[in-house]
């Protein structure tokens, strides 16, 4: 058996479905193989491009295979998936695989939502709990330096992604802007994604000097908003996202 095969087995074992069903009795299986599939997706233990073969997912489930459409239909609608249509009855499903053109797309989507949390944060301090950002700030800077100084013993790319995509989160939610982080959690599971590829993407060339300015660039924005300066919050977010694209299309 290849190592894929073993790899899609663990990931795809009934066990999942009883486990989860364990501590929610009332959990759809449709749900459960959802938060599986995404889970993988995210963390790319599924391969960006990879086909979803639904029998086969069903199969070794050991459920139907109505479920695991559903699910796979759901993480299209959500953009972790695409769908190919080769004829009108037969439909093949990808995991998403994002393109130069996607990810600028992204990107500009991020650093609208964000740069404007980054204001708007700045222009009332007093909306967000500042020692909190400065600890997440800290963390980033922390797991960054140490990747850059040493990237065998330094914090693994999970924790790195976890405490960078918590500092976005807690800025943009902390706008208490309805309309900001209905825009944002519209697009929740495609930024997750961009998360883990930024983080994937940045560290593919361990330049130290790059992960090093990336490290502390959380920490300027944090000042610029404990400052109350909207505009120049505004561009350390402009600056720090637009850094993480550069690093990503001429890493990746």
Same mark, same amino acid.
């Given at each position: 058996?290849?190592?894929? *095969? !073993?790899? /899609? @087995?663990?990931?795809?074992?009934?066990?999942?479905?009883?486990?989860?069903?364990? #501590?929610?009795?009332?959990?759809?299986?449709?749900?459960?193989?959802?938060?599986?599939?995404?889970?993988?997706?995210? *963390?790319?233990?599924?391969?960006?491009? *990879?086909?979803?073969?639904?029998?086969?997912? =069903?199969?070794?489930?050991?459920?139907?295979?109505?479920?695991?459409? =559903?699910?796979?239909?759901?993480? !299209?609608?959500?953009?972790?998936?695409?769908? $190919?249509? @080769?004829?009108?009855?037969?439909?093949?499903?990808?995991? /998403?695989?994002?393109?130069?053109?996607?990810?600028?797309? /992204?990107?500009?989507?991020?650093?609208?939502?964000?740069?404007?949390?980054?204001?708007?944060?700045?222009?009332? #301090?007093?909306?967000?709990?500042?020692? &909190?950002? &400065?600890?997440?700030?800290?963390?980033?800077?922390?797991?960054? $330096?140490?990747? =850059?100084?040493?990237? &065998?013993? =330094?914090? $693994?790319?999970? %924790?790195?992604? $976890?405490?960078? !995509? @918590?500092?976005? %989160? +807690?800025?943009?939610?902390?706008?208490?802007? &309805?309309?900001?982080?209905?825009?944002?959690?519209?697009?929740?599971?495609?930024?997750? +994604?961009?998360?883990?590829?930024?983080?994937?993407?940045?560290?593919?060339?361990?330049?130290?000097?790059?992960?090093?300015?990336?490290?502390?660039?959380?920490?300027?924005?944090?000042?610029?908003?404990?400052?109350?300066?909207?505009?120049?919050?505004?561009?350390?977010? @402009?600056?720090?996202?637009?850094?993480?694209?550069?690093?990503?299309?001429?890493?990746?």
């Amino acid at each position: 058996m290849s190592e894929q *095969s !073993k790899r /899609l @087995e663990q990931i795809f074992h009934p066990d999942r479905i009883k486990n989860a069903q364990k #501590v929610n009795p009332f959990a759809k299986i449709s749900d459960i193989v959802y938060d599986v599939l995404a889970e993988a997706i995210l *963390s790319a233990t599924i391969s960006p491009g *990879s086909r979803l073969n639904i029998a086969s997912i =069903a199969e070794m489930m050991q459920i139907s295979r109505t479920p695991v459409f =559903a699910a796979v239909l759901r993480l !299209k609608d959500n953009g972790l998936v695409i769908e $190919s249509c @080769e004829t009108e009855k037969y439909h093949r499903y990808f995991v /998403l695989d994002i393109s130069n053109e996607s990810l600028s797309d /992204l990107f500009i989507a991020r650093k609208a939502i964000e740069a404007t949390a980054a204001a708007i944060c700045a222009n009332n #301090v007093a909306l967000l709990n500042i020692e &909190k950002l &400065k600890k997440l700030a800290r963390e980033f800077q922390t797991v960054w $330096s140490a990747y =850059a100084n040493d990237d &065998k013993s =330094a914090p $693994s790319f999970s %924790e790195r992604e $976890s405490v960078d !995509k @918590e500092f976005h %989160e +807690y800025l943009v939610i902390s706008t208490k802007n &309805k309309y900001l982080i209905d825009m944002y959690q519209s697009l929740h599971e495609s930024l997750s +994604y961009l998360s883990v590829r930024t983080c994937e993407f940045v560290a593919a060339k361990n330049e130290r000097e790059n992960l090093l300015i990336l490290s502390s660039q959380h920490m300027s924005i944090c000042r610029a908003i404990e400052s109350g300066f909207p505009e120049v919050a505004r561009q350390a977010m @402009e600056k720090h996202i637009d850094f993480c694209h550069r690093r990503c299309l001429m890493n990746r």
